[in-house]
């Protein structure tokens, strides 16, 4: 069983920045692609950015102030926020994308999922 742990959230001022990180379980961390999503009070959960062995993909929301990145000898992904804004706000999940589904892909293509780390921004 897949565990994926988020860290790094909290409450940061408008401008500032935060980095996520999500630590998986597993020797085989390298070869799947790993996304990060979020969700706001009341909103659907939506994609913010995937990283493959080989390319990243951003949401046009974080496009410019997010940065996907990972260490496989860490079995980690980090996901860098600078300039962030209130819109920001939500409880952030680190999640594995399935093999074989489309990339980057939408929630139904991630299999497993953290348990969330809550980032807010204070205007």
């Known amino acids: 069983q897949v565990q994926l742990v988020e860290s790094g959230g909290g409450l940061v001022q408008a401008g500032g920045s935060l980095r996520l990180s999500c630590i998986a379980s597993?020797?085989?961390?390298?070869?799947?692609?790993m996304g990060w999503f979020r969700q706001a009070p009341g909103k659907e959960r939506e994609f913010v950015a995937a990283?493959?062995?080989?390319?990243?993909y951003y949401s046009d929301s974080v496009k410019g102030r997010f940065t996907i990145s990972r260490d496989n000898a860490k079995n980690t992904v980090y996901l860098q926020m600078n300039s962030l804004i209130s819109d920001d706000t939500a409880v952030y999940y680190c999640?594995?994308?399935?093999?074989?589904?489309?990339?980057?892909?939408?929630?139904?293509?991630?299999?497993?999922w953290g348990q969330g780390t809550q980032v807010t921004v204070s205007s």
């Open positions: 597993g020797r085989t961390f390298s070869v799947y692609d």
């Open positions: 999640a594995r994308r399935l093999r074989g589904s489309t990339w980057p892909g939408g929630i139904d293509d991630y299999g497993y």
């Open positions: 990283i493959s062995r080989i390319s990243a």
